[in-house]
């Protein structure tokens, strides 16, 4: 992890190209307002007049008023919580695209980075232009009209938000699928956009409906060359597609430029149907052509590869829905990044999962739309899940936590191929960018736990694989398997250990990672897991027995704050890891290993209560020799989670009751040296006191933060309690964590 905690995450010119000058085209948009009207032109977007937001939040959408009335001009619902940023298209560290705004006309869609990923929408209903997507300039050409936003509504798998305008509503959904337990279809790298309109005044209305993409989601950099094609995709038990992709044109193979892959295609795909029209060109161009006639000229502009910058390339479609009036009227599109490596490893290169499963990126896309239908049902039916389980566990905020965190915490993962088995990767997102970060998984745990195990053992697979094969010379745990995504090449330079080591950290999270997945999986699968790691597992927890007690001066994983000596919850972590592998030891059968690792981890814990106990009698200390001290002890969700009781219902009722003296308006501190926190280990705090008040607080104030944030990032782990600004981080697979309370079950 990250020890600056100063980023603030936004890109200094998003969508410039490296150095521009003068007043490029893109500065022009971003000067002139929404539609490039300037003050009079934004002041007639009804859904534009103010600045963005928070509404509160609503169990259900708004109704939809007649055109033309005078409830048009309230701020848009959010159900069941107003996104700091929403996620449209998240679906892997490459393919991260957010609306940082309330409302979808006026703003950019952004990379998770802050950089520009530009997506426009417009609509022609009965002959009349409204925007509702994006934040366009089209000289000539104004947009004097925008559709009316009514609401947002957040779910564990979708963005939906509804629009209004002249007698039609509009409903687009963007559509990320989880797939717990289907490793095809999670290997998709690829998302749903869906667009649905109906009339609601009782009259008949033309509907033509246009959506393009920029240039911008293929590359870090505007003033990079990209060429494109457009082709015909023969459906797959389903509806022939229109696909429009583009790529670098002198890719960069298993490299980044501003956190976006160098390499790889940008697929944009249309289900054909009639009165569907495309065009690739100038941003001003195509949008002009719908503008002006409602439809495209099926067109690809000839003038490639040149720089994104350069009359700044777009990708289109244009829907003529006809008539709208009894019935429903749709158009589904779809979004990928694909890419051949996915990442090294060790030097080798390994292919994405996908290309197990399809020859070709076009079958994958044909799968994938005639698959669309399917999909969205089985994600309604995995959303009404986490929805209603995670209500049951800690309410209706917890639940709407959940919504906001799940596509993240595996947007930061893809699945990969290695000698013909699965594997999953992650990237450590936004802060330093390693390769399968141990301590940035191990937050993350929880969302795995919950809905697919399976899943945490193939991220497990390549860290153990190293640290057995590797040839990983430390006697603990390496912190990641490579310093930067994608290239997984190991900690080890010039036979020399280069890693951000955090010696009882990183022993600990695996050992504990380890035994979660042993419980949750069935009992051949764990017996075989557990023996065939039994060694290196082993090792890292006689490290643990050497050094958990009493930690050196060591790092550990809120490194921003420190190295600390004598870490109390840096000990606790250590203790439970000793007691993971007590259970580790039961798994492979070995009942004497079992037996001693308990015994030691029951010994430990009872010194380390007597150790860690402030002089105050009142709370825990924050390192063993700083009397008046304390911190947040989320290291005691593990003990919870592995069913251990090593710590004792005393100290974690004395915790509780300590929290809850020390609270901010955003939550609690990590410790009192500073006033930020993390959103993560609140919700660990919160399910490892799940009997206690101090539980519904940090479930609140994390709630709290996210809603009303100023701070337009895609959710940040990393906040001040006080103002409830980002401190640092965005976009991270460690909200993951939020699904700790219901890791453990009813």
């Given amino acids: 992890m990250s020890q600056s905690i100063d980023a603030t995450g936004q890109a200094a ?38 600045p963005a937001e928070a509404a509160a939040v609503t169990a259900a959408a708004a109704t939809t008023p007649a055109a033309g009335a005078a409830s048009t001009a309230q701020p848009p619902s959010f159900d069941p919580i107003r996104p700091p940023s929403v996620p449209l298209a998240v679906r892997s560290p490459y393919l991260s695209t957010w609306m940082p705004a309330d409302n979808l006309a006026g703003t950019w869609p952004s990379f998770w980075t802050g950089r520009t990923t530009a997506m426009t929408g417009m609509a022609w209903i009965d002959g009349v232009e409204f ?39 509009l409903t687009l959904t963007f559509l990320s699928p989880i797939e717990p337990g289907d490793l095809r279809r999670q290997s998709i790298p690829m998302s749903y956009v869906r667009a649905s309109v109906r009339s609601t005044d009782g009259a008949s209305h033309d509907v ?57 295609t940008v697929v944009w795909s249309a289900a054909n149907q009639t009165g569907l029209t495309w065009q690739i060109g100038s941003d001003v161009t195509v949008r002009a ?34 008539t709208a009036h009894d019935s429903t009227r749709s158009a589904v599109l779809s979004l990928g990044h694909v890419r051949q490596p996915a990442v090294s490893y060790l030097g080798t290169q390994l292919p994405p999962l996908w290309l197990s499963y399809w020859p070709t990126w076009q079958q994958m896309a044909a799968f994938f739309h005639a698959d669309a239908d399917t999909a969205q049902n089985r994600c309604a039916s995995l959303d009404d899940k986490v929805q209603r389980d995670a209500t049951s566990a800690g309410g209706y905020r917890y ?55 399976g899943y945490l053992g193939l991220l497990l697979a390549p860290l153990l694989d190293y640290a057995e094969n590797g040839g990983w010379p430390e006697q603990f745990a390496q912190h990641d398997l490579g310093a930067h995504y994608p290239n997984a090449i190991g900690g080890i330079v010039n036979g020399q250990d280069v890693q951000e080591d955090m010696p009882v950290e990183e022993s600990a999270n695996m050992l504990i990672m380890s035994a979660a997945y042993l419980a949750r999986v069935d009992v051949p699968t764990a017996r075989a897991f557990a023996t065939q790691h039994y060694t290196i597992l082993k090792k890292w927890a006689d490290y643990l027995v050497a050094n958990a007690l009493d930690p050196g001066y060591q790092n550990q994983t809120d490194d921003f704050t420190g190295f600390i000596a004598h870490s109390v919850n840096l000990a606790l972590k250590g203790i439970i890891g000793i007691g993971a592998m007590s259970q580790v030891a039961t798994a492979a059968g070995n009942s004497a290993d079992a ?55 005393s100290v974690a ?6 929290y809850m003296t020390q609270t901010n308006q955003y939550g609690v501190p990590l410790d009192p040296r500073h006033s930020y926190t993390k959103g993560d280990w609140e919700m660990w705090t919160a399910a490892w006191l799940r009997d206690q008040p101090a539980s519904g607080f940090l479930i609140s104030a994390v709630y709290d933060f996210a809603n009303g944030s100023p701070s337009r990032v895609p959710f940040s782990d990393l906040y001040d309690t006080v103002s409830s600004n980002q401190v640092g981080f965005q976009a991270r697979p460690v909200v993951g964590g939020i699904f700790a309370l219901l890791s453990l079950g009813p």
């Fill in 595 to 649: 037996s001693s690792y308990r015994g030691t981890a029951a010994g430990y814990i009872a010194q380390w209560v007597q150790k860690a106990q402030d002089t105050s009698s009142q709370h825990l200390k924050l390192a063993y020799d700083q009397p008046g001290t304390w911190s947040l002890k989320y290291n005691g969700y593990p003990d919870a989670l592995l069913g251990l009781g090593l710590v004792p219902k």
């Fill in 131 to 169: 925007l509702f997507l994006g934040a366009p300039n089209v000289p000539g050409r104004p947009l004097p009209r925008g559709m009316v936003q009514r609401s947002l509504t957040l779910t564990a798998t979708a963005s939906q938000y509804v629009l209004a305008a002249a007698g039609v509503e």
């Fill in 208 to 264: 033509r409906l246009y959506l393009d993409i920029s240039g911008e989601w293929a590359y870090g950099d505007s003033g990079a060359s990209i060429g494109w094609s457009q082709q015909q995709v023969a459906g797959s038990g389903g509806p022939s597609l229109t696909s429009l992709s583009f790529a670098p044109s002198s890719p960069q193979v298993l490299a980044e430029n501003g956190d976006m892959a160098a390499w790889g």
């Fill in 399 to 453: 639940a709407a936590l959940c919504a906001l965190a799940l596509r993240q915490a595996y947007g930061g993962t893809e699945l990969v191929s290695r000698n013909g088995q699965p594997w999953a990767f992650l990237k450590e997102i936004s802060s330093d960018g390693n390769v399968s970060t141990v301590d940035v998984t191990y937050p993350a745990m929880p969302a795995f736990l919950y809905l697919d195990p």
């Fill in 653 to 658: 009722v004395e915790e509780a009751d300590w």
């Fill in 13 to 50: 010119d998003p969508g410039e190209p490296d150095g521009a000058t003068g007043l490029s085209r893109r500065r022009l948009f971003r000067g002139t307002g929404a539609v490039g009207l300037g003050t009079a032109g934004v002041a007639l977007l009804p859904g534009l007049v103010r």
């Fill in 289 to 322: 052509a719908f503008l002006a006639n409602g439809v495209l000229g099926d067109t690809a502009d000839s003038n490639q590869p040149r720089p994104i910058s350069d009359n700044w390339p777009v990708f289109a479609f244009c829907f003529d829905l006809g």
